[in-house]
C-alpha cells in the first residue's frame, strides 16, 4: 500500500508563490508517476504537473514557466513550487501516485485548497 500526505496550500495574493509539498509512504519503490491534479468548482479534475521515476516531467499549459516540479532524493516526496499564481489556479491540489501492481493502481491525497485572491 502507498499513502499520501499533502501539505502547503493556503491563501495568496495575485502574483505570489506557494509550495505544496506531499510526503508518500509505505511501498514507495512501486511508485513509478507522481504528480498533482487540480480541481475547482464545477470543474472536471486537471492534470498539473507529474514526475517519472525516470526524471521525465510534464506540466499543464497554464504551468509552464511558472510551475515546477520535483523530488527529494529518495523520492519519497514531490514539490510543487507554483510561482506567479493567478486567481484562475484556485483550486483544490491533489497528490497522485501511480503504483505497480496486478493491476497498477492509483493512489491519491486528501487534497489541499490554494486560493489566489487579494
Known amino acids: 500500500q502507498v499513502q499520501l500526505v499533502e501539505s502547503g496550500g493556503g491563501l495568496v495574493q495575485p502574483g505570489g508563490s506557494l509550495r505544496l509539498s506531499c510526503a508518500a509512504s509505505?511501498?514507495?519503490?512501486?511508485?513509478?508517476?507522481m504528480g498533482w491534479y487540480r480541481q475547482a468548482p464545477g470543474n472536471q479534475r486537471e492534470l498539473v504537473a507529474t514526475?517519472?521515476?525516470?526524471?521525465?516531467?510534464n506540466y499543464v499549459d497554464s504551468g509552464k514557466g511558472r510551475f515546477t516540479i520535483s523530488t527529494n532524493s529518495a523520492k519519497n516526496t514531490v514539490y510543487l513550487q507554483m510561482n506567479s499564481l493567478k486567481p484562475e489556479d484556485t483550486a483544490v491540489y491533489y497528490c497522485?501516485?501511480?503504483?505497480?501492481?496486478?493491476?497498477?493502481?492509483?493512489?491519491w491525497g486528501q487534497g489541499t485548497q490554494v486560493t489566489v485572491s487579494s
Open positions: 497522485n501516485a501511480e503504483v505497480k501492481g496486478d493491476p497498477d493502481f492509483s493512489v
Open positions: 509505505g511501498s514507495i519503490s512501486r511508485i513509478y508517476i
Open positions: 514526475i517519472t521515476s525516470g526524471g521525465r516531467i
